[in-house]
């Protein structure tokens, strides 16, 4: 198992850590039935289940309520979060949103995912897209997020396409800014019909 670095440092932890990590080391794919629950073996494997499964998620996290669903095949403890908090050099649990999730902690560094998928990538997009405001990076309104990925897909070599670009945008904004809200704005159904028999 990999422990962050300044994990050992803790002094009252340190017997623990060389303890578990000479015990032997069990396969996560190994028949367990005949392990007995509580022994030191039967944590180490499934602190080594827990480690594989998480290394298989996108996000590298797991709410831990889908764990209960599969304890029986996996052969885990009733009280897996006791376990998940007894080693937290190696999981991280959250409690945001009232529900529990699970980290690996290798897999992180600080708050940020060190090796992300092409999924989550495309979800941190998405979200960008939306207009889902980070309260940690102060964002307040969807013009700060700054997309530096795709910035090369909308920069040109020459300057004339940037002076074309520009005068056309300020016609559109200053137009949207120039309609009135009255009344009579809005189109008649006849003007509608009409106006698709002239195309």
Known sequence: MKFPPNYKKVYRYGGQIDNFQKRVYLSPYADASELTAGSQEFDKRVVAVMHEMLSFMNEKRLVTDHLTH??????MPQKLMRLL???FGIFYVSERGKRFSVFLTEAYEGSELIEKCPMAIWKEKVLRLVGCRGRKKKVETFDDLSDMED????ESDSEEDILSIAPVQEETLNAHDDVSCSEHSEMEIGDVCSA???T
């Open 151 to 154: 910035r090369d897909l909308f």
């Open 196 to 198: 698709y028999k002239d």
């Open 85 to 87: 908090l007894k080693h």
């Open 70 to 75: 599969f304890r029986r095949e996996f052969v």
